[in-house]
């Protein structure tokens, strides 16, 4: 009895918390699809390069320079992000580059914006996308946060053996 208690409980938390079952991830992201558009001008620029700043001032001389300048060339704000969902399928558009990929799937290969070839993969959890960007340097990890008004927060860390920390900074974008 214990047992088949247990398990009604893990479905049922499954079912709300929308894992692993790709209808329960539309479902969660009913209304969500659409196109994005950035809220937050020049104050996000700066954002990133205090988020940049905080990790490279806990690295030694010789190393920060080029850690800084490689961080503020891979982050910048995007204009605009666009969310296409068909069934289990997820389309990202940023920067004019489409990730299709299936929610909750294994890790498939793509471009980078930056070029090169990442592993991407992609899931909900309730009213959030996260979608992460794996390549030989690090992992990059995006989390989009939908408000029930049309907005939306992308959260944003990158993570790397060659940093002491992660870099953290939160976008806010808005759908038109």
């Known amino acids: 009895m214990q047992k088949q208690t247990s398990a009604r409980i893990a479905a049922l938390a499954i079912a709300i918390l929308g894992f692993g079952n790709p209808a329960s991830a539309q479902h969660a992201l009913d209304g969500l699809q659409g196109i994005y558009f950035h809220q937050g001008g020049e104050a996000c620029q700066i954002q990133i390069e205090q988020a940049v700043e905080e990790v490279v001032s806990e690295m030694g001389r010789l190393t920060r320079g080029i850690a800084r300048h490689k961080l503020l060339e891979k982050n910048h704000t995007y204009d605009r992000f666009q969310v296409?969902?068909?069934?289990?399928?997820?389309?990202?558009?940023?920067?004019?580059?489409?990730?299709?990929?299936?929610?909750?799937?294994?890790?498939?290969?793509?471009?980078?914006?930056?070029?090169?070839?990442?592993?991407?993969?992609?899931?909900?959890?309730?009213?959030?996308?996260?979608?992460?960007?794996?390549?030989?340097?690090?992992?990059?990890?995006?989390?989009?946060?939908?408000?029930?008004?049309?907005?939306?927060?992308?959260?944003?860390s990158i993570e790397s053996s060659r940093l002491p920390k992660p870099v953290h900074y939160r976008l806010p974008y808005s759908r038109h």
């Open 84 to 156: 296409l969902i068909e069934g289990d399928m997820l389309t990202m558009r940023v920067n004019h580059h489409d990730y299709s990929l299936k929610l909750g799937g294994p890790p498939v290969e793509a471009p980078g914006i930056e070029g090169g070839t990442i592993k991407t993969q992609a899931w909900v959890r309730g009213r959030t996308l996260i979608q992460t960007f794996r390549t030989s340097e690090g992992l990059r990890r995006h989390k989009i946060h939908f408000g029930t008004d049309g907005s939306a927060f992308l959260e944003v």
